[in-house]
């Protein structure tokens, strides 16, 4: 009997949700080769591998049809283990990070809050939305320019901090209406 989208929607054991699970292993690996070791370079070669492991966990969670429950919560919460890290990592040599670090904080704290409320409303979990995947791709660009270029000028900083700070508020913005809308919609059924 072939699964159906309920059955796939519990699954556990998927390639993306062991990819997932690799990226956060990732994690403390980075923190050791960024503030350890002093390694800059393989500090951005691992944080490659775990932004190719993310496109690959997604795209083959959407091919395959191994999309699961799991992997909606599992996927951000590595990347927001990832980024929260090496922007922790990056306050070591750059103050005007704090900015990138708050608004990332402020936005996933409202973001879990408000996914909380719609998963009890609608008793759906929902995925990323392009919005989110764009800051995403601001952010880990931010963070990567921050490691390989070791002594990027002031102005250059502070102005890719500028851009990933608008891409989050951005993202900020819109999740926040469709979940509003979300909730709205569940109240009047």
């Known amino acids: 009997m072939a699964d159906g989208p309920r059955e796939r929607g519990r699954q556990l054991f998927t390639i993306p949700n062991l990819l997932s699970a690799f990226r956060v292993l990732l994690v403390p690996l980075i923190v050791w080769l960024y503030c350890g070791r002093q390694d800059y370079p393989l500090t951005a070669w691992v944080l490659a591998l775990s932004g190719a492991t993310d496109v690959a966990d997604g795209w083959i969670a959407r091919r395959f049809r191994m999309v699961s429950d799991l992997g909606k919560v599992l996927d951000p919460i590595a990347d927001k283990l990832t980024q929260t890290a090496a922007l922790v990592c990056l306050l070591t040599r750059f103050r005007a990070v704090w ?11 409202v973001m879990a809050v408000m996914g909380l409320i719609v998963i009890q409303r609608t008793g759906a979990v929902y995925s990323a939305a392009w919005h989110g995947k764009f800051a995403a791709c601001v952010l880990y660009a931010v963070i990567f320019t921050h490691i ?7 102005a250059v900083s502070g102005a890719l901090v500028l851009a990933g700070v608008a891409s989050i508020l951005l993202s900020l ?6 979940n ?6 569940a109240g009047r059924q």
């Open 99 to 109: 900015w990138l670090l708050g608004v990332l904080v402020v936005k996933e704290t």
């Open 148 to 154: 390989v270029w070791f002594d990027i000028p002031p």
């Open 173 to 178: 913005t819109l999740y926040a209406a469709q």
């Open 180 to 185: 509003l809308r979300r909730i709205r919609e």
